[in-house]
Nanobody, 124 residues
Framework: QVQPVESGGGLAQPGDSLRLSCAAS????????MGWFRQAPGKEREFVAT????????NYADSVKGRSTISRDNARNRVYLQMTSLKPEDTATYYC?????????????????WGQGTQVTVSS
């Protein structure tokens, strides 16, 4: 079992940058793809970014493409989401999730374990 715990959220102004971190316990962390999702109030949880088991493949939602970078450090059991040029519409709770396989997935069903989330609020 791999249990993710997110950190790094907070209050930011439009145009700012934030880096979210996800620490995942479990010796098999490096075997699985990882993903970031977000959920705004009153909206469904949506895909943000995903990274394959070795970091070789990444994929992003159109809404964050070009502004965000997902990365991982398997030696430290960490996954990161660097977000730049933040917009008010990026406001949401961000969740880290462990995929059911080694390869990138963009659907919620492709993920087995979920963190509790970290809040990101972008407001002037």
């Amino acid at each position: 079992q791999v249990q993710p715990v997110e950190s790094g959220g907070g209050l930011a102004q439009p145009g700012d940058s934030l880096r979210l971190s996800c620490a995942a316990s479990g010796r098999t962390f490096s075997s699985y793809a990882m993903g970031w999702f977000r959920q705004a109030p009153g909206k469904e949880r949506e895909f943000v970014a995903t990274i394959s088991w070795n970091g070789g493949i990444t994929n992003y939602a159109d809404s964050v493409k070009g502004r965000s970078t997902i990365s991982r450090d398997n030696a430290r059991n960490r996954v990161y989401l660097q977000m730049t040029s933040l917009k008010p519409e990026d406001t949401a709770t961000y969740y880290c999730a462990v995929a059911t396989s080694s390869y990138v997935r963009m659907d919620l069903d492709g993920y087995r374990y979920w963190g509790q989330g970290t809040q990101v609020t972008v407001s002037s």
